[in-house]
């Protein structure tokens, strides 16, 4: 803990070595927030199989501070988005997402989450989590090792590491706007493309007004 808190900028007696450590707000901060991530507890598919894995003792990510795995998205700050995101799905991901209190980070895991694996076009799945969620770390694969896993883990905490309470979004003076429920219907739709939908469909209307005006050949 000594190495990872003292600040090397300042010298320390050699008497008070074993009674003082100096450090600043931000590295004692990160410091117990990158070693406490508590994860959500829920699997979309089979990547969940290997997000299981990861917290056996053969790999055992207890290690990292991460072996609590939350059934309540009020006590969890890490999404593990282990799988296909379908279209039905999305809405509720989204919602867990908005109920989980801050600082919370999002990890997609595997080629579907990521980008839609190989379902990608597909008529129900999505192209990626990250079109309607902020996504911190991606991990390829097909479904990804638990070691893929594990190694995410530590990018995310790397990122902790680099974060300033001058900074993040959870400090500014600015309300906090929840992200829109996606809604499902003949297709997913995006609420916070409402105005984009409507500019096109205006177009739409009115290159079909003006085409019927045009005289017949």
């Given at each position: 803990?000594n190495?990872?808190?003292n600040?090397?900028?300042y010298?320390?007696?050699?008497e008070?070595?074993?009674?003082?450590?100096?450090?600043?707000l931000?590295?004692?901060?990160?410091?117990g927030?990158?070693?406490?991530?508590?994860?959500?507890?829920?699997?979309?598919?089979?990547c969940?199989i290997?997000?299981?894995?990861?917290?056996?003792?053969?790999?055992?990510?207890?290690?990292?501070?991460?072996?609590?795995m939350?059934?309540?998205?009020?006590?969890?700050?890490?999404?593990?988005?282990?799988?296909t995101?379908?279209?039905?799905?999305?809405?509720?991901i989204?919602?867990?997402?908005?109920?989980?209190p801050?600082p919370?980070?999002?990890?997609?895991m595997?080629?579907?989450?990521s980008?839609g694996?190989?379902?990608?076009?597909?008529?129900?799945?999505?192209?990626?989590?990250?079109?309607?969620?902020?996504?911190?770390?991606?991990?390829?694969?097909?479904?990804?090792?638990?070691?893929?896993?594990?190694?995410?883990?530590?990018?995310?905490?790397?990122k902790?590491?680099q974060?300033?309470?001058?900074h993040?979004?959870?400090?500014?003076?600015?309300?906090?706007?929840?992200?829109?429920?996606p809604?499902?219907g003949?297709?997913?739709?995006?609420?916070?493309?409402?105005?984009?939908?409507?500019?096109?469909?205006q177009?739409k209307?009115?290159?079909?007004a003006?085409?019927?005006?045009?005289?017949e050949?």
């Amino acid at each position: 803990m000594n190495d990872q808190l003292n600040n090397p900028e300042y010298e320390i007696p050699p008497e008070m070595q074993s009674q003082v450590t100096i450090t600043t707000l931000d590295k004692i901060y990160n410091w117990g927030r990158k070693s406490s991530i508590w994860p959500m507890m829920f699997g979309l598919a089979c990547c969940a199989i290997e997000m299981i894995c990861t917290a056996t003792s053969r790999f055992d990510f207890s290690r990292f501070g991460m072996e609590i795995m939350r059934p309540s998205p009020r006590q969890a700050d890490l999404m593990i988005v282990a799988g296909t995101v379908t279209k039905k799905m999305i809405p509720q991901i989204v919602r867990l997402y908005n109920q989980m209190p801050e600082p919370k980070y999002v990890i997609a895991m595997g080629a579907c989450a990521s980008g839609g694996g190989p379902f990608k076009e597909g008529y129900n799945v999505v192209s990626g989590v990250d079109e309607y969620i902020p996504v911190d770390v991606y991990v390829p694969g097909c479904p990804p090792t638990p070691q893929a896993l594990l190694n995410s883990f530590i990018v995310l905490q790397k990122k902790i590491e680099q974060q300033s309470i001058k900074h993040v979004r959870w400090y500014s003076k600015e309300p906090d706007q929840a992200i829109p429920i996606p809604i499902l219907g003949p297709d997913i739709m995006d609420p916070r493309q409402y105005d984009e939908i409507k500019r096109y469909v205006q177009e739409k209307q009115e290159k079909v007004a003006a085409e019927s005006l045009l005289p017949e050949a």
